[in-house]
């Protein structure tokens, strides 16, 4: 690798989290993404990148030193977009996003992009329905994790965090839970997917993650539908706190079970693996990327 694939490849890392996650990324073998990462750290003299308990870390160096990269690589990038003409984008993006992220985040987003881009057209699908990208024929898709198909490649647009939401009036009526296995004696919403009814919430308590079986008077395939029947009081919901940020500023909804929530229910732009994205699609993932992780990392 050269010094610019090796900085590529720090940033991916910071990203995904992991080396084999890197690895099926940029379609590598688990071997080749390790000596890039050793050789780059033998280059600069410092450790770059720790092992946690449960992911890949940049080291205080590491985070200094991404943050040169990443401006030498967006200069980079101006520069060879200077010279090929690359502002000018044009043909179709086709994309998928879930209902109540794409309503209240993605198309105000998009309206943005396309005024700099005129002569892109959007297809946008709205469905809390897990698509086969490939099949269907769409660029990329926007999904919460953790992803469990290996099959896509996956770009960290941001962290997120599920929380448990009901209306304040439900809460006053029926309590707030102390513990999730309170849950068991509250109406929940459930979400549901063909053949996948969402009927466990997961937990955090003392480092171990555990789940709990919900059950409710109503289900939906639509979590904007299951988000409108919790602020009209009709039960718990469990939602991405950026889904819901709205709600609860203007207090329509309000948590409980803060301390059990888990916090890496993150946001990623998912494409198959092979398919590389075209010049507006990588514009348009750099834009969300740059957007969302500015303004949705306000909410935190």
Partial sequence: MDSVDQLRLLDAIADLGSLSAVARARGQSPSTITLGLQQLEKRVGIRLVMRTTRRLALTPEGERFLIVGRRILHDLDAAMNAVTDREHLSGDIRLTATNDFGRAWLVPLLDVFMRTHPQVRIALMLTDAVLNLAEDGYDFGIRTGPLADSRLSARLLVRGTRLVCAAPRYWRKHGKPAHPRDLARHNCLVLVR???????????????VFSVSIAGDRT??????????????????LKSDFDVEADLASGKLETALEKFAIADTNLYAVHPY???????????????????????????
């Fill in 194 to 208: 063909p053949g996948a009814p969402q009927s466990h919430w997961s937990f955090r308590e003392k480092g171990r």
């Fill in 220 to 237: 939906a395939n639509d979590g904007g539908a299951l988000r409108e029947w919790a602020i009209s009081g009709a039960g718990i919901v």
């Fill in 274 to 300: 092979g398919a590389a994205p075209s010049r507006r699609v990588q514009a348009l993932l750099d834009y969300l990327t740059e957007r969302l992780g500015r303004d949705v990392r306000k909410l935190s």
